[in-house]
């Protein structure tokens, strides 16, 4: 067993709250990622769990000891580091190797871990290369496969993938997800790729100014934001956000441009929140439902296409499938399924209905 646990911990450099009394537990064989801009604390919170720094204030438990006291080595979680510095003279072998030989591990049971981490990172038949010969995405595997041969408790990964490319960061983090899972290991991951956190995450804690603003499941936070902050974090285009009042039956924004019929909605809302991909659009000689809107700008990305509206004096993009044949200027008719409303109320909290 090796959860991770903090109880109410901080942590400050001077005068800046690195982490402010942070609490979450990560569950044994969790891929539990951290997500928020750079500054947030996402570093401090994996050197806390460590042992590189220690909190000012609160309690770390990995698999139910207390750690606060222990030093890196007696807390035995591995980091991979982002910038995956292999040994250059060495082979990929000696690298993964390094960790057992340093600690005196007999020859046997180093040939023993070693093939069974070469296997399931799909690494055996590039052993003998040197790192300069590897492409990037072996590069990590063999970073990732010295880390673990050491078999730690859980082990920590600090944006290991921001320096590759889009098409590998793609390739592997799928890589990343389906390792995580035969190994069945706790992983605590930083990035700030949203689309990262969201793909590879079983849990997600978003992070602002060393607070937790929420944690869940990647839909979770999708389909249910706490607050503003964290809505416009995750999902890209980014959820339009726009100032509201009670009307007739239901809810206006945008010069009432926008109405939505929602007897329902939370009486002390200012704010609504609509995802691009919950907005449909119209012709407007269609006739069909719908509130009128300009089309201000159309960016076809291939498999959709993100619209920008001018609705009053208000910018809302929408995200339609396919390449609809909608141009700028045109009118069309806008709606959107109450059902899919967010509400936030003045300091930015998401409200219930
Ligand atoms: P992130 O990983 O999200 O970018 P960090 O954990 O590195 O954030 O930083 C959180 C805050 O703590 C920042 O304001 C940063 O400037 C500060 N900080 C981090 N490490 C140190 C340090 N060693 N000395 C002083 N301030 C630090």
Same mark, same amino acid.
């Given at each position: ?59 770390? &438990? ?9 030093? /890196? ?40 871990? *070693? ?7 799909? =690494? ?6 040197? /790192? ?14 010295? @880390?673990? *041969?050491?078999?730690?408790? @859980?082990?920590?990964?600090?944006? /290991? ?35 990262? @956190? ?19 499941? /990647? ?10 902050? *964290? ?69 076809? &990305? ?23 044949? =909608?141009?700028?200027? @045109? ?23």
């Amino acid at each position: 067993m090796a959860d991770i646990v903090f109880r109410n911990v901080t942590k400050r450099y001077g005068n800046t709250l690195a982490v402010d009394d942070a609490s979450f537990t990560v569950n044994d064989n969790e891929f539990f990622c951290f997500f928020g801009p750079p500054l947030s604390g996402k570093s401090t919170i994996l050197r806390l769990v460590l042992g590189l720094e220690t909190p000012d204030t609160g309690e770390i &438990l990995i698999g139910g000891r207390p750690v606060n006291a222990m030093s /890196p080595a007696e807390r035995n979680v591995a980091m991979v580091f982002q910038n995956l510095a292999l040994f250059p003279h060495m082979s990929a072998l000696e690298n993964v190797r390094f960790p057992l030989v340093e600690r005196r591990v007999a020859e046997a049971e180093i040939k023993r871990r *070693v093939t069974d981490v070469a296997a399931k990172l799909h =690494i055996g038949h590039i052993l003998h290369k040197p /790192p300069g010969q590897l492409s990037g995405g072996e590069r990590q595997r063999v970073a990732i496969a010295r @880390a673990l *041969v050491r078999d730690p408790n @859980a082990y920590l990964m600090d944006d /290991p993938i921001s320096a590759l490319d889009a098409r590998l960061r793609e390739e592997t983090r799928v890589e990343l997800k389906r390792i995580q899972r035969e190994l069945g290991k706790t992983l605590i991951y930083v990035t700030h790729d949203q689309e990262e @956190a969201m793909s590879v995450a079983d849990r997600i804690a978003i992070l602002e100014d060393g607070k937790i603003r929420q944690i869940g499941t /990647p839909a979770e936070i999708y389909d249910r934001p706490a607050s503003t902050y *964290v809505a416009r974090l995750l999902g890209s285009p980014m959820m339009n956000i726009l100032r509201s009042a009670r009307g007739d039956g239901g809810v206006e924004a945008a010069e009432g441009t926008i109405r939505i019929d929602d007897k329902t909605a939370p009486a002390d809302a200012v704010e609504i929140g609509l995802r691009p991909e919950d907005i449909k659009v119209r012709p407007w000689a269609d006739g069909g439902p719908g509130r009128p809107a300009r089309v201000f700008e159309v960016e076809p &990305l291939g498999g959709y296409t993100v619209v920008t509206l001018a609705a009053g004096q208000a910018r809302l993009k929408a995200l339609l499938r396919g390449q609809p044949d =909608i141009r700028p200027d @045109a009118m069309v008719a806008i709606s959107c399924e109450p059902a899919r409303v967010h509400y936030f109320e003045q300091s930015g909290g998401a409200l219930a209905r």
